[in-house]
T-cell receptor, first 117, second 116 residues
Framework: GDSVTQMEGPVTLSEEAFLTINCTYT??????LFWYVQYPGEGLQLLLKATKADDKGSNKGFEATYRKETTSFHLEKGSVQVSDSAVYFCALSDRMNYGGATNKLIFGTGTLLAVQP | DTGVSQNPRHKITKRGQNVTFRCDPISEHNRLYWYRQTLGQGPEFLTY????????KSRLLSDRFSAERPKGSFSTLEIQRTEQGDSAMYLCASSPHRLAGTDTQYFGPGTRLTVL
């Protein structure tokens, strides 16, 4: 079945460091890909998404590019801040133009990012 | 614009008791999802509604679990005869009609269940 694998944490960085969180996926169809973020004590929030190959999702300085050839969707940020400390989840869903697709999300296990001042 | 709301936010119960959670999706969203998240793991899909129809259930949803969405608006998730292994965060998400052109799901804050 479909699955998502993301790098284990915790990832500990100093403020202004470069961030990469690796995510690879296995899917039989053509999924949409997502990064969700969970700040301490809060619910899941969509960070960015990409719906087809070579699309780049971006938000709040974070970027991820949908790479079909490597089945990857790595999250990057050029300069992290203490406020970026959170758990980051990579996820996929069936593309909605498939008849009968439920678009349920399949998540990775999450990566804890801790940014130190 | 109100987001997805869930009640209660926390529930502590004794093993063997029944519990019910409620989810109110974003008002114009016809798709509703339930997920379960245990500590240190990503959310796992439980079930999916399109309007009032329950169209998919995960194998994780044992016979003790039942979900409804009677009028295609709010949804309830009931767990009968709770077990300690049911302790988790139960998340609800909603998304617009497929013709809206987006498959983004918006999550509620979750209900944390602790079974003693």
């Amino acid at each position: 079945g479909d699955s998502v694998t993301q790098m284990e944490g915790p990832v500990t960085l100093s403020e202004e460091a470069f961030l990469t969180i690796n995510c690879t996926y296995t899917a039989t169809g053509y999924p949409s890909l997502f990064w969700y973020v969970q700040y301490p004590g809060e619910g899941l929030q969509l960070l960015l998404k990409a719906t087809k190959a070579d699309d780049k999702g971006s938000n709040k300085g974070f970027e991820a590019t949908y790479r079909k050839e490597t089945t990857s969707f790595h999250l990057e940020k050029g300069s992290v801040q203490v406020s970026d400390s959170a758990v980051y989840f990579c996820a996929l869903s069936d593309r909605m133009n498939y008849g009968g697709a439920t678009n349920k999300l399949i998540f990775g296990t999450g990566t804890l990012l801790a940014v130190q001042p | 614009d109100t987001g997805v709301s869930q009640n209660p936010r926390h529930k502590i119960t004794k093993r063997g008791q029944n519990v019910t959670f409620r989810c109110d999706p974003i008002s114009e969203h016809n798709r509703l999802y339930w997920y379960r998240q245990t500590l240190g793991q990503g959310p796992e899909f439980l079930t999916y509604f399109q309007n009032e129809a329950q169209l998919e259930k995960s194998r994780l949803l044992s016979d003790r679990f039942s979900a409804e969405r009677p009028k295609g608006s709010f949804s309830t998730l009931e767990i009968q005869r709770t077990e300690q292994g049911d302790s988790a965060m139960y998340l609800c998400a909603s998304s617009p009609h497929r013709l809206a052109g987006t498959d983004t799901q918006y999550f509620g804050p979750g209900t944390r269940l602790t079974v003693l």
